[in-house]
């Protein structure tokens, strides 16, 4: 089984200031992530993924995640928040080496930038 | 045009109709998902299908069926309509695992749902 748990369903921060989403899975296989956005009346679109290989991945927009097994951790941050980042996203794990894959999402995080 | 698209966007209905949400892609993928999104509870999965002849539940398929018409089209229906099943839903693609697949999901832009 795989789960996923959001620390946090709101995060405000200032205009500039760092972006750091929270991110904890458990799974019995090694994971893939996964760090999802979703803009108002939007669907969900890939921010980045780790599967194999290096522990930091950078995504679009500026975002990165780092891959932490021993803390089972996957957060996601940006050095410096703009107002375009005002979202809700989402992390995700799905099973790899599994015949088939299923992604499990966290409950969310709605993300709120001030200028 | 949107690789997953989804119809219709936005539908109000009332309790005890039938309801069809149709999805179509142009990706090439053999997997498709219907998941259902409401505030403060993520994305759960309702159904999905491998390929036109496997269905497979997800979490929370009661009240749900879908039809598998080719390839590309995929579509939920809820028989009865019930007001606990507004919510927006999503219709997403993935590859199969002999392609470059991580288990990547490809979404639709949604169809929000108000049962009355």
């Known amino acids: 089984a795989q789960s996923v748990t959001q620390l946090g369903s709101h995060v405000s921060v200032s205009e500039g200031a760092l972006v750091l989403l929270r991110c904890n899975y458990s799974s019995s296989v090694p994971p893939y992530l996964f760090w999802y956005v979703q803009y108002p009346n939007q669907g969900l679109q890939l921010l980045l993924k780790?599967?194999?290989?290096?522990?930091l991945v950078k995504g679009i927009n500026g975002f990165e995640a780092e891959f932490k097994k021993s803390e089972t951790s996957f957060h996601l941050t940006k050095p410096s928040a703009h107002m375009s980042d005002a979202a809700e996203y989402f992390c995700a794990v799905s099973r790899a080496g599994a015949g088939s894959y299923q992604l499990t999402f966290g409950k969310g995080t709605k993300l709120s930038v001030i200028p | 045009d949107a690789d997953v698209t989804q119809t219709p966007r936005n539908r109000i209905t009332k309790t005890g109709k039938r309801i069809m949400l149709e999805c179509s892609q142009t990706k090439g993928h053999d997997r498709m998902y219907w998941y259902r999104q409401d505030p403060g509870l993520g994305l759960r999965l309702i159904y999905y299908?491998?390929?036109?002849?496997?269905?497979n539940k997800g979490e929370i398929s009661d009240g749900y069926s879908v039809s598998r018409q080719a390839q590309a089209k995929f579509s939920l229906s809820l028989e009865s309509a019930i007001p606990n099943q507004t919510a927006l839903y999503f219709c997403a693609t993935s590859g199969r695992l002999a392609q470059t697949n991580t288990g990547e999901l490809f979404f639709g832009e949604g169809s929000r749902l108000t049962v009355l």
């Open positions: 780790y599967t194999t290989g290096a522990t």
């Open positions: 299908s491998f390929d036109v002849k496997d269905i």
